[in-house]
C-alpha cells in the first residue's frame, strides 16, 4: 500500500462515480484486517504507530468512496474541478426559483403531510441529480459540469435535512 495513492487506487476499485456498494464494504474490511494495529505488535510502536497511519487513511477514503455526494466531489477535485461550495454559489436560475418555491412552501407547510410532500420532492430531485452527476462523471467525462451539480445536491441535501428538523419539530 502507498500512502501516496488516491482513494480508489487504494481500494483497487476503478475511478468512476458508480461503485458497488458492498464491494467497497468488502474491500474496507479487508485493508483494515491487513494494517489492523494489532498485528503489529511484535514489531514494535514504529511499525504500530504506520499500521495505525493506515487505518486512519483506509476509513478516510472508506468514508469518501462510499458517500455519493463525497466520491462526487472527490472526483471533480481529482480531475481539477474544485467545489469551493464556499466560494461559488452561483446556481442556474431555474435550480434558484425551485429552491425560492421549495423554501415558501417550507414556511407555509402546516401539517406533516405538506411536510412529507416537500420532502419527497426534494428526494427525488436529489436523486434526479445523482443520476446526472454519475453521467457528468462517468460518461461525458465533464469534470466542471459535474462541480456545478454537486454544488446543487449539496443544496439540495441540505434543504432535506431542513424538513426533516421541521418534521421532527411537529411529531414531537
Given at each position: 500500500?502507498?500512502?501516496?495513492?488516491?482513494?480508489?487506487?487504494?481500494?483497487?476499485?476503478?475511478?468512476?462515480?458508480?461503485?458497488?456498494?458492498?464491494?467497497?464494504?468488502a474491500?474496507?474490511?479487508?485493508?483494515?484486517?491487513?494494517?489492523?494495529?494489532?498485528?503489529?505488535?511484535?514489531?514494535?510502536?514504529?511499525?504500530?504507530?504506520?499500521?495505525?497511519?493506515?487505518?486512519?487513511?483506509?476509513?478516510?477514503?472508506?468514508?469518501?468512496?462510499?458517500?455519493?455526494?463525497?466520491?462526487?466531489?472527490?472526483l471533480?477535485?481529482?480531475?481539477?474541478?474544485?467545489?469551493?461550495?464556499?466560494?461559488?454559489?452561483?446556481?442556474?436560475?431555474?435550480?434558484?426559483?425551485?429552491?425560492?418555491?421549495?423554501?415558501?412552501?417550507?414556511?407555509?407547510?402546516?401539517?406533516?403531510?405538506?411536510?412529507?410532500?416537500?420532502?419527497?420532492?426534494?428526494?427525488?430531485?436529489?436523486?434526479?441529480?445523482?443520476?446526472?452527476?454519475?453521467?457528468?462523471?462517468?460518461?461525458?467525462?465533464?469534470?466542471?459540469?459535474?462541480?456545478?451539480?454537486?454544488?446543487?445536491?449539496?443544496?439540495?441535501?441540505?434543504f432535506?435535512?431542513?424538513?426533516?428538523?421541521?418534521?421532527?419539530?411537529?411529531?414531537?
Amino acid at each position: 500500500m502507498n500512502l501516496q495513492s488516491n482513494d480508489f487506487e487504494l481500494f483497487g476499485v476503478p475511478m468512476q462515480f458508480a461503485q458497488d456498494r458492498a464491494q467497497l464494504d468488502a474491500r474496507w474490511k479487508e485493508l483494515q484486517r491487513e494494517a489492523h494495529p494489532d498485528k503489529f505488535a511484535a514489531q514494535g510502536p514504529a511499525a504500530q504507530r504506520l499500521a495505525m497511519q493506515w487505518s486512519v487513511r483506509i476509513n478516510e477514503a472508506y468514508q469518501r468512496l462510499k458517500d455519493p455526494l463525497k466520491r462526487a466531489s472527490y472526483l471533480c477535485e481529482l480531475h481539477g474541478a474544485p467545489i469551493n461550495a464556499e466560494n461559488n454559489t452561483a446556481m442556474p436560475a431555474v435550480f434558484l426559483m425551485q429552491q425560492m418555491e421549495w423554501r415558501e412552501a417550507l414556511e407555509d407547510a402546516e401539517s406533516i403531510e405538506d411536510l412529507d410532500k416537500i420532502a419527497l420532492e426534494s428526494r427525488t430531485d436529489g436523486r434526479e441529480q445523482l443520476l446526472k452527476i454519475e453521467q457528468s462523471l462517468d460518461q461525458k467525462k465533464d469534470f466542471s459540469e459535474a462541480a456545478q451539480q454537486v454544488r446543487s445536491l449539496m443544496f439540495i441535501e441540505r434543504f432535506a435535512r431542513e424538513v426533516d428538523a421541521r418534521i421532527e419539530l411537529l411529531e414531537q
